[in-house]
């Protein structure tokens, strides 16, 4: 159709959305390229006018996030931001936005720019967004002393669920997860099935799928997501196993 679903940063609401665009002229040739691998055929291209289809798509620095991009560059000591020799400048709303944004969390200080010790934590979670790190160590640090490894996990748990909850999900409501369900709570609901199966002693790979599946989860983004949650066990409880975290905290919803 000559159409393809492009992402791009919404600065006015933080989030990535996808639109449906004209693809450029690189793209289409690209394409027509793969074609005629199996057997000869007729290719017709349907397109929009000529003078309205770009030569060359937008890089992805002139349209997503840089936040977390500019963070781990400073991470290594290179500042982004005052880059000039890059084939493609950086979107500029989208670099002030990232700066501003790490300053206001306290990822890079006001002053020099420099990455902090904030910063640095932030990066140990590379499987969420840097705002769900910075609101899983801010409520971390709300705690006492005693009580914060607990309430780390607790919040790193639930916003890695929110991150993949999509993914996770294939079939809503299975009968096995609608024992759980929770009108009040889409987490809620996904938090008790998956305590369940990390916890689960089940070591063959087709029976832990098909105890996966039969809650409506796939199988295989669930075992990505139960690496994230060993990262986290990791950090937070040391040489400790996810079932053994898990049931030192009990049901904690």
Do not use: W
Not at 163 to 172: G, P, Q, Y
């Amino acid at each position: 159709s000559g159409l393809f679903k492009e992402t791009e940063f919404d600065r006015s609401t933080c989030l990535t959305t996808l639109t449906e665009k004209q693809t450029s002229k690189e793209s289409m040739e690209q394409r027509k390229g793969r074609l005629g691998r199996t057997m000869k055929g007729l290719y017709i291209s349907i397109h929009a006018p000529n003078n309205m289809i770009p030569t060359i798509q937008v890089p992805p620095v002139q349209r997503l996030d840089l936040t977390t991009n500019i963070l781990l560059m400073k991470d290594i000591c290179i500042n982004f931001e005052t880059m000039t020799n890059l084939p493609t400048l950086p979107n500029k709303g989208n670099l002030e936005f990232g700066m501003n944004t790490l300053k206001y969390i306290g990822a890079i200080d006001s002053n020099t720019s420099k990455i902090t010790k904030f910063g640095h934590e932030l990066l140990k979670y590379p499987f969420m967004s840097i705002f769900y790190a910075a609101a899983v160590l801010n409520f971390r640090d709300s705690f006492p002393e005693q009580e914060r490894m607990f309430a780390n996990f607790i919040a790193a748990y639930v916003a890695t669920i929110i991150t993949m909850d999509t993914l996770l999900v294939e079939e809503d409501m299975t009968e096995k997860m609608s024992r759980f369900f929770k009108e009040d709570s889409d987490i809620t609901t996904l938090i008790n099935p998956l305590n369940i199966l990390l916890k689960s002693p089940l070591t063959d790979n087709d029976q832990l799928r098909d105890a996966v599946e039969s809650y409506g989860f796939s199988y295989a983004h669930f075992l990505v997501f139960k690496t994230h949650i060993q990262e986290i066990t990791d950090l937070t409880f040391p040489g400790k196993t996810i079932p053994a975290v898990l049931n030192n905290i009990g049901g904690f919803v």
